[in-house]
């Protein structure tokens, strides 16, 4: 039998926390988030509005918003395999992060029409981007954008250099983002939510190009959605959120094929199947997300489980059950091979 390869990942995510500290008192809206994101392949994030997908993937790029604060846990990056940079060690404005946004790690967000500065040119976004992070003078760095521009199917590119965002459709502006966000090779793309505001034929069109950018450019791809069809499109790894934590995790094929976590089962419950009679109902989750100023005691999931058991999941906060590389569970109904709960430094056995 072959000897299970040993993992090298990109991304390492350990034990991540990140607090928003407000008026009203510290959210934790990151608790405790470990998932590694592999060389070349594609990590989906997957959860409802307020699971902390989004801040966890920005965390990787320590580009957080002003109120929050990374209060505990690593995010380890290995550009080469004998390179490794702590992000969340780094000054989140000093120049060692600013030179790795961007040329190693970039962002695709959901709002082209935000990301981009209407009152500027796409050359003018692109180019000294280029020239910064490649070295290159003006001339080289805009006829590698005009090149990217081309790359990512936008017609006449030269021409489209010299045009304004509010000049394009979504599906266009969407392809330069794609375009700067790969312009200086990166190893990293994180896609929060990029085709969430677009029709479904744009969005398939925006997902075969960011597949096929993959295989040519050699990327990893942290992409961020609430969407199952897309999870099932692109992912290699699925990363389940629930209220800031990791509630499941494993590869596309195991999340799909054998959940094991109650919220899990329910997300694909929810998902629309084609070949139901348009008099099938579709399955909804009961309840809400909790507020993060108003967490439910032990497991956070349990007002919503349809399996909670009283005195047990309502007092207890189960720990990350690892049940294979790459695979764990945070539900008392697993059987455990090995139990890691809140903190990291006490491992309890359970066989
Ligand atoms: Fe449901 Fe209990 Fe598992 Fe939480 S620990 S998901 S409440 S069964």
Redesign the pocket.
Known sequence: MAAPQARDPLFEVEDLKVHFLTDDGTVRAVDGVTFEIPRGKTVCIVGESGSGKSITGRSLMNLLPGMARIAGGRVRFRPELDQEVEITALDPRGPQIRSIRGKQISLISQEPMAALSPVHTIGQQMIPVIQRHLKLSRKQAADHATAMLARVGLPRPAERLNRYPFEFSGGMRQRVCIAMALACRPKLVIADEPTTALDVTTQANILDLLQELQSEFKLSILFITHDLGVVAEVASEVVVMYLGKV?ERGSVEEIFYDPR???TRALLRSVPRLGAGKNTRLATIKGMVPSPFDRPT??D??PR?E???AG??DVTD?GRVIIGPGRDV????QSPATVLDANPSRRVAHV
């Open positions: 509630v976590h109650p919220y032990g497991c999931f349990h489980c399996y909670a058991q047990l999941c189960p945070r539900c008392v109904l």
